[in-house]
């Protein structure tokens, strides 16, 4: 087992009209935006901001996936210091490689791969050194990443091994069976339970942090977004909601209790 927990440290957006993605997002999380230009021959990429520094970055859907018929989407980057040790290591466990590490000069090394259950994530070690985390409430930052996934157990099993996530406890949801949540470091857990029936496939949904939910979810729905679930209360007493973006892809917002 890795001796420190290996935590999503990057979000990435992959869309189908990068302008407007920018706009909806600047308006709901209250992100700054800033064109990222420091890679030679790197597509356009706007990197979002909060207060206290980036948290993840918009760009165009690549027209490889797009012809495969991928939405948009969020994705998260795992930290790594050996993005080839990582990867070999995660096909070894059963996991999938859609695409084998390579370089973004400027930026690091990266690679696109899959948990064995399908749920699509990044690895990226970065060229820059490692910043410490920054408090899991804070503004515009993640505050909780949920795996919807086919066996809970086993998605648990292979993120605990493969990058030192631990074990924080179950919750008995009834129908909807097991919550697992894990902490992956200081300032960094979430939650994994099966997909029900409504996602077609696993999938890892992010938690952008707002400051308040009722005011946050009419800036989904006026900004032409959607919002699928909530607000609801969850048993640490913050609140949620999950939503949709104009162009289709998913999002959760978590804020302070009422």
Not at 3 to 18: H, R, V
Not at 212 to 225: E, F, H, P, Y
Request: contains cysteine; hydrophobic residues 40%.
């Amino acid at each position: 087992m890795p001796n420190a927990p290996k935590p999503f440290f990057w979000y990435e957006l992959m869309t189908t009209d990068l302008d407007a993605a920018e706009a909806f997002y600047t308006a709901i999380v209250g992100w700054r935006a800033e064109p990222f230009d420091k890679a030679p021959g790197m597509p356009h990429y706007i990197v979002m901001n909060s207060s206290v520094r980036g948290v993840g970055g918009l760009m165009t859907m690549p027209e490889e996936p797009a012809k495969m018929g991928m939405p948009p989407a969020w994705v998260g980057y795992i930290y790594t210091k050996d993005v080839d040790a990582s990867t070999k290591a995660l096909q070894e466990a059963g996991g999938a490689v859609h695409r084998a590490p390579d370089d973004i000069p400027g930026v690091g090394r990266f690679a696109v791969v899959a948990d064995p259950q399908g749920a699509t994530f990044m690895f990226l070690q970065p060229n820059q050194p490692e910043q410490p985390p920054v408090p899991a409430t804070t503004l515009g930052h993640v505050g909780w990443h949920e795996l919807y996934t086919s066996d809970w157990k086993a998605a648990f099993d292979f993120y605990s091994s493969q990058f030192g996530w631990e074990s924080a406890g179950e919750f008995d949801m009834g129908e909807m069976g097991t919550y697992k949540t894990f902490g992956a470091g200081p300032e960094s857990g979430g939650g994994i339970m099966n997909k029900p029936p409504q996602i077609p496939v696993p999938v890892w949904q992010f938690y952008f942090n707002v400051d308040a939910i009722d005011a946050a979810a009419k800036r989904v729905t006026d900004n032409g977004g959607k919002v699928i679930m909530g607000p609801m209360d969850v048993p640490s007493g913050q609140w949620i909601i999950q939503c949709q973006d104009p162009q289709g892809a998913h999002f959760a917002l978590l804020a302070p209790a009422r």
